[in-house]
């Protein structure tokens, strides 16, 4: 795993004391585009949130390590589609050095004990979520909204984690009274064909002419 830029600038503090209802849009960002912005505002509107945070991960278990941008760049990379107010991108993953989700959002409700939180991920990651560690006690520790992606819907909703989780399933019209609670829920929306590989292929991320370490020539 890359790890991300040690930082000593002290976590970031948000609200004037009431209870703040955040949703992690958790990613690569390699690089951002314009579906994660759509989910992000999506989520604001329908799950009536106070702030979504793109979650920078220094690297996603799952994934190879070739083709991945430095940390700085795919932050710098979400940075572009946040708006800095409702939208904040940060590098808070790398900094408390966690990859796997549940460590993750366990530090981050140690840390903000007043926030509502409530992860955000596109159907396909509903479909893959049996392979990510302790994915059952990850669904006990925050509510999840999931949003359709093309290809991903039929998986993600017939697939072993919808199924699992079947009883926790929320109506989505019940969404927003799912941060701070335990279950989740799917969120129609017009979906959304990009995707940060589609736009590797198109050269129009650094990444496509990043060389793994290993790939590196001497
Ligand atoms: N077009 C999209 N529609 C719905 N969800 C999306 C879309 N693009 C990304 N997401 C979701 O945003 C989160 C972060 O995605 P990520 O940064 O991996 O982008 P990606 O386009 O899926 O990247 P890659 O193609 O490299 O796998 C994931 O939960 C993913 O499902
Ligand atoms: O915790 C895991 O095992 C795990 C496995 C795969 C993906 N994730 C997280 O899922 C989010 C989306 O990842 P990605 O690379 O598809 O953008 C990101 O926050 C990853 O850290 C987490």
């Not at 795993?1 to 703040?20: I, K, N, V, Y």
């Amino acid at each position: 795993m890359e790890t991300a830029p040690s930082s000593s600038a002290p976590l970031p503090r948000f609200g004037d004391g009431r209870r703040m209802r955040i949703g992690l849009l958790g990613g690569s960002f390699n690089p951002a585009h314009a579906g994660h912005q759509q989910i992000a505002r999506e989520a604001l509107k329908r799950l009536g949130l106070d702030q979504v945070w793109l979650l920078v991960s220094p690297g996603n278990p799952l994934k190879p390590a070739k083709g991945m941008a430095p940390f700085a760049e795919r932050l710098a990379s979400a940075e572009k589609i946040a708006d800095g107010r409702r939208i904040v991108a940060t590098d808070l993953e790398g900094r408390l050095g966690e990859r796997y989700t549940v460590r993750t959002v366990a530090a981050l409700k140690r840390l903000y004990p007043r926030a509502s939180f409530i992860w955000l991920m596109g159907a396909d990651g509903l479909a893959q979520f049996p392979r990510w560690k302790e994915w059952r006690q990850l669904a006990r520790l925050v509510p999840i909204a999931v949003f359709p992606r093309p290809g991903s819907v039929i998986p993600a909703l017939k697939g072993q984690a919808a199924q699992v989780l079947h009883a926790g399933r929320c109506p989505a019209r019940q969404g927003r009274l799912l941060p701070g609670q335990e279950g989740w829920t799917f969120l129609e929306m017009r979906e959304n064909p990009l995707s940060a590989t589609a736009l590797r292929q198109a050269g129009a991320f650094p990444a496509a002419q990043t060389l793994a370490p290993s790939d590196k020539p001497d």
